[in-house]
């Protein structure tokens, strides 16, 4: 039931894109993106409701493909500050059941 | 506005020991949360507050685990005991809609 993400881990320079994907096996409600620095507390960034929703603000933008239960994170010429762990948290249709996603290791270097 | 309150912050005991924490969630937000974070892994849902009335402890080993959120607002997880795989980071969260949460800084526990 855990969304799995891939990559599990990416290094970028200054500047660079990056994409990350998160895909449930079950059927999905809602998928939520959130980002968390090294010994802190997951900050939330954007929850996607509709199928084929794309949201975004500033370089950080996601959408949501809900016939494959999939959701990217686009992160566009990225900054220092991007580094940390990211995590896609689903929402089934089901039930309130929400499931956080594996996590990817963003690191931006100079 | 003030965010999430946790405390304590950090808890060093030893295997067979109880525990407790504390968390005081956003004023008005009626959904609270505990999650357990393993270092490297996202964080697992243990339990899940509407109001003062859970709504889901599927993932809270019962056994040993227990929450209680009196009035409404603050809220207590306890372990009792403690094993060694307790060890993590446990996080508290509100939110207002029941979508988005707001994480308080988290409590790392160390089980010895």
């Known amino acids: 039931q855990q969304p799995v993400q891939s990559p599990q881990a990416v290094i970028l320079r200054e500047g660079e894109d990056a994409v990350i994907n998160c895909s449930s096996s079950?059927?999905?409600?809602?998928v939520h993106w959130y980002r968390q620095k090294h010994g802190e507390a997951p900050v939330f960034l954007m929850i996607?409701?509709?199928?084929?929703e794309q949201k975004g603000h500033d370089k950080i933008s996601a959408s949501f493909n809900e016939k494959k239960q999939q959701s990217s994170l686009y992160l566009t010429a990225s900054q220092l500050s991007y580094s940390g762990t990211y995590f896609c948290g689903t929402e089934g249709r089901t039930g309130n059941q929400f499931y956080f996603g594996t996590g990817t290791s963003l690191t931006v270097i100079p | 506005e003030a965010g999430v309150a946790q405390s304590p912050r950090y808890k060093i005991i030893e295997k067979r020991q109880s525990v407790a924490f504390w968390c005081n969630p956003i004023?008005?937000?009626?959904?609270l949360y505990w999650y357990q974070q393993i270092l490297g892994q996202g964080p697992k849902l243990l339990i899940q507050f509407q109001n003062n009335g859970v709504v889901d402890d599927s993932q809270l080993p019962k056994d040993r685990f227990s929450a209680e959120r009196l009035k409404g607002v603050d809220s207590t997880l306890k372990i009792q005991p403690a094993k060694l795989e307790d060890s993590a980071v446990y996080l508290c969260?509100?939110?207002?809609?029941?979508?988005?949460?707001?994480f308080g800084p988290g409590t790392r526990l160390t089980v010895l």
């Open positions: 004023s008005g937000h009626a959904t």
């Open positions: 996607l409701l509709k199928g084929g």
């Open positions: 969260a509100s939110s207002l809609s029941g979508r988005d949460k707001f």
């Open positions: 079950k059927a999905l409600y809602s």
